[in-house]
């Protein structure tokens, strides 16, 4: 089936003030995934985490959101999930999956990207999923179990409870990668069902580095461009390219039959643009997939608070409204 592909448009005045927030982003530091930065940013992760939590909790239940926190049954301990429920009979259940590179990031810092949907009458699982570390070194064993277990109780529990046949993923950068390998396991495991369909947000599906993190320069917003290859290649140590292409790391190269429909978000001066293309592509072959372009978004566009973030926000629940039986989906009613 083909892919269906859409431009977010933008008015000029949009595209100004989007540009705007990229010039100042460019006289940023960039991230990097050792030394002192990482060590750094993992010391404030939680007392940040925590302290915006607070804020955008306060915010969310003036306009009428309750939040909570609950645990479920985890892989190896108890799986703490943020929950975001609507003051309404919920249309649906969101799973939501962070980014933040695996190694920072939490349930409670996207409650900015999350709480839209709670707005419009969706129950949101945040997953605190656990992080990489300079300690544990098998990371990633650990990330999708728990992702994929956050799923199990989204699928199962988490749909009694809430009254709703509907759940969906969506998943964000590191998030997005997460959350393809945790519904691949749950495929292999014959249990999808309810799961209507899956968001990625600027998804990293190949560890092995496209040829657009290759080229990456100086010029490369959020990331140090030209390491970016390097630093994506710490994420396995210890295995070549050939190895890094295994399924079980980058889904792009895993067998996609089976799976249900999926919204692609790739932004235009991504790095990883090229992972939700190609990654669109092949999904396309074997179940309905939409890829939607953000004209001037870098990676993480939507903490930055640029323009392009409601309105591609507004798309998303456009589509899954699409998904949901509610209309044709279309850009131009796709309004923050």
């Not at 955008?56 to 959101?65: C, D, F, Y």
């Not at 630093?231 to 050939?242: I, M, S």
């Amino acid at each position: 089936m083909p892919l269906t592909t859409h431009t977010l448009p933008l008015t000029d005045a949009e595209a100004r003030a989007a540009l705007r927030i990229n010039a100042a982003m460019a006289l940023a530091p960039r991230l990097k995934t050792n030394g002192w930065r990482l060590a750094l940013g993992q010391k404030l992760n939680g007392t940040f985490s925590k302290a915006a939590g607070a804020v955008t909790e306060a915010a969310l239940k003036r306009r009428g959101v309750q939040v909570s926190a609950v645990t479920i049954d985890g892989p190896a301990a108890p799986l703490p999930l943020r929950l975001l429920e609507p003051g309404c009979p919920p249309e649906g259940l969101v799973v939501d999956l962070h980014g933040g590179g695996w190694v920072v990031g939490s349930a409670a810092l996207n409650d900015r990207l999350t709480g839209h949907f709670a707005e419009a009458g969706y129950v949101v699982a945040s997953v605190d999923y656990r992080l990489l570390d300079e300690v544990r070194g098998v990371w990633m064993p650990d990330a999708v179990a728990d992702c994929a277990a956050a799923l199990r109780w989204a699928l199962g529990e988490g749909r009694r409870r809430f009254g709703t046949d509907r759940v969906f993923v969506i998943g964000e950068s590191a998030g997005a990668h997460l959350a393809a390998l945790a519904v691949l396991q749950l495929r292999d495991e014959g249990a999808l069902e309810g799961l209507a369909g899956l968001i990625f947000v600027q998804g990293v599906f190949d560890l092995s580095a496209g040829p657009a993190v290759r080229a990456a320069g100086p010029e490369t917003l959020l990331f140090d461009g030209p390491n970016l290859e390097r630093d994506l290649g710490r994420l396995t140590p210890g295995l070549d390219e050939a190895a890094r292409r295994a399924p079980d790391l980058s889904p792009l190269y895993a067998d996609l039959a089976g799976l249900p429909p999926v919204l692609f978000v790739m932004g235009e001066c991504d790095p990883f643009r090229d992972d939700s293309r190609v990654m669109a592509e092949r999904w396309a072959k074997v179940a309905p997939a939409a890829l939607l372009d953000v004209p001037t978004a870098p990676h993480g566009f939507q903490h930055f608070g640029a323009p392009t973030a409601p309105l591609a926000q507004a798309f998303i629940r456009g589509w899954i409204g699409e998904i949901r039986g509610q209309g044709p989906l279309s850009v131009e009613n796709a309004t923050a």
